[in-house]
């Protein structure tokens, strides 16, 4: 599949940043966050792009006007957005909602949509120019919490960038609120799904106790130099049509063969990536944190409608780089089910009163890969008057407080209507010549039936 052309270099012109502000006035207040969203690993700001194409029904509208006014218009009932977090005792992070607002950025781009290639899918080029960092203003204390980059293009399109503080919401929670702004911009003077704040819903209980595991936090060393170097980082997305998955089926025995998408991406693509960064021990831990959305377990009281807050937990899937990359897949398929499995309502209190009692704690990097899913989160979805989005979703791969960890799913249609998942990897140049090498042979290693148990490999491991 076609990347966009690695040579492409465009101008952006910006207009000097503002603060846009709550078109009403709003309650000055001071609102606690839960005791899921202040954790450590959530205290970094996320990217995302959203791109459009230019609308002859939409002809003589503004986008930058359009949608301007339109936060400003959903900062009214999204007014916490508009305030700065301030941290308390016990590092405990709440919202000042003082209404000074969010930054927004106006630019015209001498580019066009086509011109980007026929594969909108990250990395972007002149990314740093279509989200503008504006320089202070990337703080998690006493700073914006949104930043929203409007860039026009030549072609009448225009690229909608936006940086969210992660602490506020998960993806859920973000889509909700620019759904917001696209309605806002369409004309509505109510959203669809009013905002409801209920944090306390994720608060610690009193006295905290941990009653499940929480391997996510273990505190591990980087006794042998792990951690993803942030020099001479590659970026590479991967497209995986149901061609593609039904390829990596092939290597399951039976009785596995029914599994998610995402439980099979996810264990592939582990096993790939840790072959690819050569552990030196074999005996090391190597594990894979699956984000999982935590709204429909959340029933005693449930979740109420329109909370736009983190609401998901990072079980993890954990054992050796040597059994991990010499078992067949199904061994790291198990893995990743079972950790799914451990998500309840009950895990989400004891995470609450984990963080509470170990102060935030940042989840485990040390061996670690991060997997999200967004492709239900309806990013592409998001319209504000110019239709759906031709790519909506993650900036980029790799980001968060610790860069290089984490890869996104996102949907993806091609040139030929076909959908698929898009997967943005981050990793050191030569490991990701290995990452590819090992992915291919995967993808077109004939087709083989294994029993339910067998020590074959189909993938020639380093260890």
Request: proline share 8%.
């Amino acid at each position: 599949m076609a990347s966009p052309p690695a040579s492409l270099v465009f101008k952006v012109q910006r207009r000097q940043p503002e603060l846009v502000s709550p078109a009403e006035p709003t309650p000055r207040e001071l609102k606690h966050l839960s005791d899921i969203d202040d954790q450590e690993g959530l205290r970094f700001q996320i990217p995302v792009i959203q791109f459009y194409r230019y609308d002859p029904s939409m002809k003589g509208k503004d986008c930058v006007k359009v949608i301007r006014e339109a936060i400003s218009q959903a900062l009214v009932f999204y007014y916490p957005f508009a305030g700065r977090l301030r941290e308390g005792p016990g590092r405990k992070l709440m919202v000042d909602c003082t209404g000074e607002g969010i930054l927004f950025i106006e630019a015209d781009a001498d580019v066009t949509l086509r011109q980007f290639g026929d594969a909108l899918q990250p990395p972007f080029p002149c990314l740093e120019e279509l989200l503008y960092n504006v320089p202070g203003s990337d703080g998690v204390l006493n700073s914006p919490l949104l930043l929203i980059q409007v860039t026009r293009l030549k072609c009448g399109g225009f690229i909608f960038a936006l940086r969210l503080n992660h602490t506020m919401s998960d993806a859920a929670g973000l889509v909700q609120f620019m759904t917001a702004v696209g309605e806002a911009a369409r004309g509505a003077r109510v959203p669809s799904i009013l905002p409801v704040w209920a944090r306390e819903a994720f608060k610690a209980r009193n006295p905290p106790r941990v009653t499940c595991t929480h391997h996510e936090y273990d505190d591990v060393p980087d006794t042998h130099g792990t951690l993803v170097p942030l020099d001479d980082m590659a970026h590479r997305s991967f497209f995986f049509r149901p061609t593609e998955i039904s390829a990596i089926r092939r290597f399951l025995p039976d009785h596995l063969r029914k599994c998610s998408t995402f439980e099979i991406l996810t264990a592939a693509l582990w096993r790939c990536r840790t072959i690819a960064l050569e552990p030196k021990d074999p005996e090391q831990e190597v594990r894979v944190l699956c984000i999982v959305n935590a709204r429909s377990k959340i029933v005693n009281p449930p979740l109420p409608t329109g909370f736009y807050g983190n609401a998901f937990a990072f079980p993890v899937a954990l054992t050796t780089a040597a059994k991990l990359c010499k078992n067949p897949l199904g061994f790291a398929l198990e893995l990743v089910r079972s950790a799914k499995a451990d998500v309840t309502e009950e895990y989400m209190r004891s995470l609450a009163d984990l963080m509470v009692i170990r102060g935030r704690p940042h989840f485990t990097v040390v061996g670690t890969y991060l997997v999200s899913d967004v492709t239900r989160a309806g990013f592409g979805d998001v319209d504000f008057g110019w239709g759906k989005a031709a790519y909506g979703g993650p900036a980029k791969g790799g980001v968060g407080a610790i860069p290089g960890v984490a890869s996104f799913y996102i949907p993806f249609r091609d040139n030929n209507g076909e959908d698929g998942i898009v997967v943005p990897v981050c990793l050191p140049a030569p490991a990701m010549e290995r990452f590819v090498k090992e992915l291919d042979g995967m993808l077109k290693e004939k087709s083989i039936d294994l029993p339910a148990q067998t020590s074959t490999t189909f993938i020639k491991c380093a260890l």
